[in-house]
């Protein structure tokens, strides 16, 4: 079957790199927050860093460095091929990561026709994924350029405030092409700067496949095109992690019964960028950090991030509020058809993400990639979330009602992953980068276990009083 102008168009108008615009306020926190990539080579650690991230990168692809994926590799390179599409009309292809029963249920209601039409669950949900989306994608699309070439858009210069993010640091772009030997514009590299991995590395193991359609493709037509050309667009941050974190969390805050099996799904969705060959693992950590700083700040309806007009997306004031509606028009939804509880549902599961040894394992791989420390000073040390990001804490908070701020803050610091990144400088966005929502997950869903077990008497004999 070949396919139609509709399908092509759909692809190209969902899944190409989110074009940037003149950068917001937003934007300019963001770009502040992933601007130490621009300073590693400057560094003995930093070029450690780099060289690691190159080699991690190609390793990963080719499948020489094994790592504890979810499926077998030549299985989870064709999930990395169907993950290619960017459901973010409904977050469908994230919906797997709610398990086999309330995935399958989710799907039937919110799925997608062809790659310009799609169904919903809801307005509500529909309208929280438009804003978040919106609001993750607009950031990850000012930096691409940003850090290729100080551009809004590959050729239009970014405003003196923006600028001087970089003279502040004294920062460099292109980065990755300069430090990759394939400089901005050389033969065989991107145009304007940040050359992928798929011209960088010395060769791409080549996946062919079904993609998210089904249409017999490969990775290369996804790279070089003609189905999507990313030889023009910068690497880093990835975009597609950003669109996977984001879908992780909102699917997280929407069933949190399912909160660590969906930011597994998150981390495997960002995996998957890299063995595609689309992207290296620091594009895929910033991405993420991106995506998670954004989140909290939706959630905390901090006045820079809600309230705004965004293309394609409702306007939405109280964040937290329009959650907790869509929350529970998924839950009256899915209950119903599943028949049971949404907690009962969200343990009916034989999919890949129903081994929490297994999801655990995979989710702790992505949090550094073994790359080595950039800032020593905290490598060892606890970094207090309540003090750098208090707001951090609402990533816990919307699920597990249960935790105060001030728990969920401190729970997100007992946590922490390794600390030292190459975006781990001490900043309040740093500190993102070093979040473990796993383990974070873990440690809430055990204590709203315990004051259950706590309640629980109490409730039984109100019952047996009645």
């Not at 917001?24 to 621009?38: M, Q």
């Not at 394992?361 to 060892?380: G, H, K, M, R, S």
């Amino acid at each position: 079957m070949k396919r139609n102008a509709l399908w092509v168009l759909g692809v190209l108008g969902l899944i190409m790199p989110f074009q940037a615009a003149p950068q917001t306020a937003t934007d300019i926190v963001v770009l502040k927050g992933l601007a130490p990539v621009t300073v590693l080579s400057k560094t003995y650690t930093g070029n450690a860093a780099l060289a690691a991230n190159y080699v991690a990168t190609g390793g990963i692809q080719n499948g020489t460095i094994r790592q504890a994926t979810l499926l077998p590799f030549t299985e989870q390179q064709q999930q990395a091929l169907r993950d290619v599409f960017i459901t973010n009309g409904n977050l469908a292809e994230m919906a797997d990561g709610l398990g086999s029963t309330l995935g399958y249920a989710y799907l039937a209601r919110a799925h997608y026709i062809d790659p310009a039409h799609y169904t919903n669950l809801s307005e509500s949900v529909a309208d929280i994924i438009k804003y978040a989306d919106a609001t993750t994608q607009s950031n990850a699309g000012s930096a691409k350029y940003f850090f290729a070439n100080a551009t809004t858009d590959g050729k239009t210069q970014v405003s003196g405030e923006a600028m001087a993010i970089l003279k502040n640091i004294a920062g460099d772009t292109d980065i990755f092409g300069k430090s990759y030997h394939h400089a901005a514009g050389s033969a065989g590299a991107n145009a304007y700067g940040n050359s992928r991995p798929f011209q960088t590395e010395p060769s791409i193991t080549l996946i062919i496949g079904p993609d998210y359609f089904y249409f017999p493709s490969s990775n290369l037509v996804y790279n070089y095109g003609p189905l999507l050309d990313l030889s023009n667009s910068p690497s880093y941050p990835s975009g597609h992690t950003s669109y996977g974190y984001t879908g992780a969390l909102l699917l997280a805050m929407l069933a949190p019964d399912r909160y660590s099996q969906m930011i597994t799904r998150g981390a495997e969705y960002g995996n998957d960028r890299i063995l595609i060959g689309a992207h290296y693992a620091m594009d895929v950590m910033g991405g993420r950090t991106l995506a998670l700083y954004d989140m909290a700040h939706l959630l905390a309806n901090d006045p820079a991030y809600v309230g705004h007009s965004l293309p394609g997306a409702p306007l939405i004031k109280d964040f937290q509020a329009a959650v907790k509606e869509a929350r529970a028009d998924l839950t009256m939804v899915l209950q119903a058809a599943c028949g049971k509880t949404i907690a009962e549902c969200a343990r009916e599961d034989t999919s890949r993400f129903s081994n929490p040894a297994a999801n655990e394992a995979f989710y702790d791989e992505t949090q550094t990639y073994n790359l080595p420390v950039v800032y020593p000073q905290n490598a060892n040390k606890v970094e207090d979330v309540r003090k750098l990001a208090p707001e951090a804490g609402y990533l816990l908070t919307t699920a597990f009602p249960w935790l105060t701020l001030e728990e969920a803050d401190q729970i997100l610091t007992m946590t922490e992953g390794p600390g030292g990144g190459f975006l781990d400088n001490g900043t309040s966005f740093g500190v993102y980068s070093r979040l473990n929502l796993y383990a974070a997950a873990k440690r809430a869903e055990a204590l709203g276990s315990a004051h259950s077990s706590t309640a629980r008497p109490n409730n039984s004999s109100a019952q047996k009083g009645n």
